[in-house]
């Protein structure tokens, strides 16, 4: 009689994933490695012979990649940039819509009373509220409490400050 391997390995996939994210990718590929021998140990009498040698080969090649270091890669992964990070990149400060000059006139003292033309149009409203948004993130920045507020306000600020501009929208990651 012979064992469908599939379940066999999809259980003993699952109850290595259970506590793998606190594990390197080495450690959960050495527990991978380790749980598949020993279930080639255990179903020995039900396994046929080229099933039960496939299984330790690949046992094997998963040691031999941990022993080479082909997983340690996944581990040093960056985090991608934040917001506020990847606008200092692109256009050296936060606050980047007023040395654009596309909402000439426009500051934080006076962005609720401006108006640049006097019809509103999509660009005024789009001025507005750019700088409505970065004035709400620098009063939340400074609350320890209100990261999470700060950066939604930054980057509706940048979304608004992109359409004010005539710029591509960001990719959101």
């Given amino acids: ?12 996939l699952s109850l290595i994933a259970s506590d793998a ?14 749980q598949l021998r020993d279930t080639a140990e255990q179903h020995k009498a039900t ?9 330790l080969r690949q046992a094997d090649e998963m040691e031999k ?14 985090e991608p940039p934040s917001l506020a990070e990847a606008l200092m990149g692109e256009h050296g ?14 500051t934080l003292a006076n962005f609720d009373r401006f108006r640049f033309s006097p019809q509103i149009n999509d660009r005024d409203t789009h001025c507005r509220n ?10 939340r ?9 700060a950066a939604q306000s930054l980057f509706y600020y940048d979304a608004a400050a992109r359409r004010a501009a005539g710029m591509p929208r960001r990719a959101v990651r």
């Fill in 93 to 106: 400060q936060l606050e980047w819509l007023t040395p654009n000059g596309a909402c000439a006139g426009y």
């Fill in 21 to 34: 994210w606190s594990q390197t990718q080495a450690e959960r590929m050495t527990a991978a490695a380790r």
């Fill in 1 to 12: 009689m012979r064992l469908n391997l599939a379940p066999v390995l999809v259980a003993t």
């Fill in 65 to 78: 990649g941990v022993r080479a270091g082909a997983h340690v890669a996944y581990d040093a992964l960056p």
């Fill in 47 to 55: 396994l046929a012979p080229e099933a039960r040698a496939e299984m």
């Fill in 130 to 139: 750019a700088y409505g948004h970065y004035a709400a993130y620098l009063r």
């Fill in 141 to 149: 920045a400074l609350d320890p409490a209100g990261a999470e507020d």
